[in-house]
């Protein structure tokens, strides 16, 4: 595989951002990574962890001037960023960016004269986990990328992109911004707020956090295992996508009123065959 550009630069060196690095660093160790994170405690661990060359500021001239930039932060800062970001850089700088929402970030620049020099992207791989420690290099591998609006990039940037997402191990589907937030909404933000809520609910009602561990097996725990994930990260997400999220929030209430009036009725048919409709997930999953 050819190696395509010489130095890109990291904005957010958390789990996404630091494993991008990584698995640059694996196939291509000679490319130069610069590190901008807010955090200077995560910015000097990715530099202890080898994971990025040099931490630099967002305005760095050597930044702006990278032949590519990839933003792994907060979809929050990512619709604030992206638009200066394009004002400030080399017209042979492209940028990248792994939001879990589309439509309100592409938005941001849609009128923007250097949109063409972006690339809007979904990398769907993540864990549980947290910050530069979290990442490793064979994160995306095997993993879907999706990508929306690929028409409006140049085509500087859709190789680029191409050989990022080809480096990390990705494969990539082609969706738009509505259709994208739409089914996130369904399969990946939702099961978040599930989990949240579900940890919070234990929580609340067992007080003795002994019974957890002691009685805690392995469903619950895969269960609410996207309870760690980090709220940083997903509250701006539940916040660009709330009119998906309340759509499918308004559905999974109704689910579990259902579950709950047959519960009480001791409809056990009736619980067996709710069970056995969700039972169907199957066909998707497998």
């Not at 309340?246 to 999974?252: C, G, S, V």
Request: hydrophobic residues 40%.
């Amino acid at each position: 595989m050819k190696q395509h550009i010489n130095n890109l630069s990291i904005f957010g060196l958390g789990l996404i951002g630091g494993s991008f690095a990584l698995a640059v660093k694996n196939k291509f160790p000679g490319i130069k990574i610069y590190g901008v994170d807010q955090n200077a405690n995560h910015a000097q661990k990715a530099l202890e962890l080898n994971i990025i060359d040099e931490i630099k500021s967002a305005d760095d001239k050597i930044v702006l001037a990278s032949d590519l930039i990839i933003l792994a932060i907060p979809v929050s800062a990512i619709y604030v960023i992206l638009p200066e970001l394009l004002s400030k850089i080399s017209n042979k700088t492209v940028v990248i960016d792994t939001g879990s929402t589309k439509s309100s970030i592409c938005e941001s620049v849609t009128k923007h004269p250097n949109r063409t020099q972006f690339v809007a992207a979904h990398p769907i791989a993540g864990t549980e986990y947290s910050g530069p420690e979290a990442a490793f290099p064979k994160l995306f591998e095997g993993k879907k990328n999706i990508i929306c609006e690929f028409e409006l990039s140049s085509n500087l940037a859709k190789k680029y992109a191409n050989w990022l997402f080809e480096t990390a191990g990705m494969n990539n589907i082609f969706m738009d911004t509505e259709n994208h937030d739409k089914h996130l909404a369904y399969v990946s933000h939702l099961s978040h707020i599930s989990s949240f809520m579900l940890g919070l609910t234990v929580l609340n009602i067992e007080k003795d956090e002994k019974n957890i561990l002691n009685l805690a097996g392995s469903g619950f725990a895969s269960t609410v295992r996207l309870a760690k994930s980090s709220p940083d990260m997903w509250a701006p997400i539940f916040k660009q996508n709330k009119t998906h999220l309340n759509k499918a929030l308004d559905e999974y209430i109704l689910q579990l009123k259902v579950f709950r009036e047959n519960l009480e009725a001791g409809n056990i048919d009736e619980l067996k065959s709710l069970m056995l409709k969700a039972n169907q997930i199957r066909k998707v999953l497998d």
